[in-house]
């Protein structure tokens, strides 16, 4: 079944967020104070809104509480961003994403019972900082303060070498849940699975085991 999403706030992080659930083919409602930024999502989204959110009955005559999912992407403004976030979770919505400014405006979020606390700009620092650090990172994304999965690009040192010859889970306690070969995605490779130049390894791990291979792959290109 399609789910049905809100966006409130249309910033960068929200309009984004909007953008792609649209293009997923997703129904969202798409919320923000100023009249203009909700002008420029008339043809992206499902329903646009122009409303101040941190009034409750504003919320209950747009019928929140039966939507899916509720992104408050709300930018500078903390206490508005609390406020609504406090009243989505009084009035029952099922799932509450909010953009968090800073780790106190986080824990906030998280006493009141916001389902997913995200960072964008944190996050997006700590991907470009793997990125640029070691030229065989491709990507990467936190899975929680510990762990995170990444992508890293196979250079000569693993070239020709079989998973079960590199042994990753048992000397960096680290799972390799799929290999990108071309357009291809091999999904649970095998032990006895070769690397070939141009795979990357989709890898999940704690941070500190993931950052030792991150090393040992650096060694070498």
């Known amino acids: 079944m399609k789910k049905e999403f809100v966006v409130i706030g249309l910033g960068r992080f929200g309009g984004s967020i909007c953008r792609a659930l649209a293009e997923q083919g997703m129904d969202v409602m798409a919320i923000d104070q100023d009249e203009d930024k909700v002008n420029e999502f008339l043809d992206i989204a499902t329903h646009t809104v122009i409303a101040n959110t941190t009034d409750e009955s504003v919320l209950k005559n747009l019928g929140i509480r039966n939507f899916d999912h509720v992104i408050v992407a709300i930018g500078e403004d903390i206490q508005s961003s609390i ?32 389902n997913h606390v995200v960072h ?93 291979f991150e090393k040992k792959v650096m060694t070498v290109d």
């Open 120 to 212: 964008p700009e944190r996050d997006m620092g700590k991907r470009i900082a793997h990125y640029i650090v070691s030229n065989n990172v491709l990507d990467y994304l936190e899975l929680s303060d510990e762990y995170s999965i990444v992508e890293i690009a196979v250079n000569s040192l693993l070239i020709g070498h079989s998973l079960i010859e590199l042994d990753v889970r048992a000397k960096y306690g680290l799972n390799i849940v799929a290999i990108k070969r071309g357009k291809d995605i091999i999904v649970s490779p095998q032990a006895d699975d070769y690397l070939e130049e141009g795979d990357i390894l989709i890898v999940i791990g704690a941070d500190s085991d993931i950052n030792r």
């Open 83 to 114: 406020l609504t976030t406090l009243m989505l979770k009084e009035m029952g919505v099922n799932h509450i994403t909010v953009k968090a400014q800073n780790d106190y405006h986080e824990k906030v979020l998280r006493k009141i019972g916001a």
